[in-house]
């Protein structure tokens, strides 16, 4: 049986008056997981859907919250190369050295070479880029 929500519904499909509609309404646990320990943010994040994630965001959700494989909705939003979303993660605040399961990084999963670019400039603004090649 699922353990999605509407909220990881509407997150899924980008249905941003859904979202707004349900956030108003409120819900009982904006981080709440699904079977996959997938948040609404993982889903909103790697749909590419940018706006739901600012909702989701907004209501309070847990940037850093990790699924069952380690993945925070920044490695989501970077391995299914959208930008935008990577970016406006980045603008709240989301951790580009946060590792997965794996030891993966974002940026090791970051598919779209602007997406690499972005996310290894703000790192070697840090001074953390050495960190990454291990």
Same mark, same amino acid.
């Given at each position: 049986?699922? &353990?999605?929500?509407?909220?990881?519904?509407?997150?899924?499909?980008?249905?941003?008056?859904?979202?707004?509609?349900?956030?108003?309404?409120?819900? +009982?646990?904006?981080?709440?997981?699904?079977?996959?320990?997938?948040?609404?943010?993982?889903?909103?994040?790697?749909?590419?859907?940018?706006?739901?994630?600012?909702?989701?965001? +907004?209501?309070?959700? +847990?940037?850093?919250?990790?699924?069952?494989?380690?993945?925070?909705?920044?490695? &989501?939003?970077?391995?299914?190369?959208?930008? +935008?979303?990577?970016?406006?993660?980045?603008?709240?605040?989301?951790? &580009?050295?946060? &590792?997965?399961?794996?030891?993966?990084?974002?940026?090791?999963?970051?598919?779209?070479?602007?997406?690499?670019?972005?996310?290894?400039?703000?790192?070697?603004?840090?001074?953390?880029?050495?960190?990454?090649?291990?």
């Amino acid at each position: 049986m699922s &353990k999605m929500t509407p909220l990881h519904h509407a997150a899924k499909r980008g249905t941003e008056s859904w979202v707004r509609e349900l956030l108003k309404e409120g819900v +009982d646990d904006i981080n709440a997981k699904d079977n996959f320990g997938w948040t609404p943010l993982h889903y909103a994040a790697s749909g590419g859907h940018q706006m739901c994630c600012w909702y989701i965001l +907004d209501a309070g959700a +847990d940037i850093e919250a990790k699924d069952d494989s380690g993945d925070t909705p920044l490695h &989501k939003s970077a391995w299914k190369g959208h930008l +935008d979303t990577v970016n406006h993660l980045l603008e709240w605040g989301a951790d &580009k050295t946060s &590792k997965n399961n794996e030891g993966k990084y974002p940026l090791d999963l970051a598919r779209e070479t602007k997406i690499a670019v972005v996310l290894q400039l703000d790192l070697s603004e840090e001074g953390s880029e050495n960190e990454l090649s291990d």
